[in-house]
């Protein structure tokens, strides 16, 4: 079966520092990856979006940033971390661009930006 | 133009079915309907997609009238583990990424 993981969990960092978050899935190849991030009591924004290795597909510019080195690897980065990066951010796969309205989430990481 | 409309909140009472109901008057031929279901601190889980008719799985039913303008989704005897957000997202997949607006909250009273 198929696993989807992020990390860390929680996070808290000052204004102007840098980010890293990771998300693998495991028990599929070739996924399609999304990240999301969930202001409190909002919907969904969908941040970035990648069909394949090194191929990422930005939706809304901001000082984020994603990467995806391996296949079932997907990261989310910040040079310098502002106060309204603060959310919810998660992490998705789909099966293939065909299903990417069938997405398997992981369980987040919420991060608080001071 | 929002391609879907649900309302805001609905409360419920343990054991009650709860039908929630989301319009699509926009809705394209090759557009499926999707529901999603978050809870508190998780990622929504994907809990049932149809094109018509009814779809039924162990968690919910799908109606889908014939004109497909609007969908109902139907939760059987709700418990309290069912507060939840529900979200309605149409659309034909393939290169487009579904919009989560902001749903509809359940609660569930005892």
């Known amino acids: 079966s198929q696993t989807i993981h992020q990390w860390p969990a929680t996070l808290v960092q000052p204004v102007g520092s840098p980010l890293s978050l990771e998300c693998t899935v495991e028990?599929?190849?070739?996924?399609?990856l999304y990240w999301y991030r969930q202001a409190a009591g909002r919907g969904l924004q969908l941040l970035f979006y990648?069909?394949?290795?090194?191929?990422i597909s930005s939706e809304v510019p901001q000082n984020l940033s994603a990467s995806r080195p391996q296949d079932r690897q997907f990261i989310l980065s910040s040079k310098k971390l502002l106060l309204s990066d603060s959310g919810f951010y998660l992490c998705?796969?789909?099966?293939?661009?065909?299903?990417?309205?069938?997405?398997?989430f992981g369980p987040g990481t919420r991060l608080t930006v001071t | 133009l929002a391609k879907t409309t649900q309302p805001i909140s609905m409360d419920s009472y343990e054991g009650q079915e709860v039908n929630i109901t989301c319009s699509h008057n926009?809705?394209?031929?090759?557009?499926?309907i999707t529901w999603y279901q978050q809870f508190p601190s998780q990622g929504p889980r994907f809990i049932i997609q149809?094109?018509?008719t009814k779809v039924t799985n162990e968690v919910a039913s799908l109606f889908i009238p014939a004109d497909r303008k609007s969908s109902t989704l139907s939760l059987p005897r709700v418990s309290l583990s069912d507060t939840a957000v529900y979200y309605c997202?149409?659309?034909?997949?393939?290169?487009?990424?579904?919009?989560f607006g902001r749903g509809t909250s359940l609660i569930v009273h005892p």
């Open positions: 926009n809705i394209a031929t090759n557009d499926y």
């Open positions: 998705a796969w789909s099966a293939d661009t065909r299903s990417s309205y069938e997405q398997y």
């Open positions: 028990g599929t190849s070739n996924p399609n």
């Open positions: 149809g094109y018509k």
């Open positions: 990648s069909v394949g290795i090194g191929q």
């Open positions: 997202l149409v659309g034909e997949g393939g290169s487009y990424i579904p919009t």
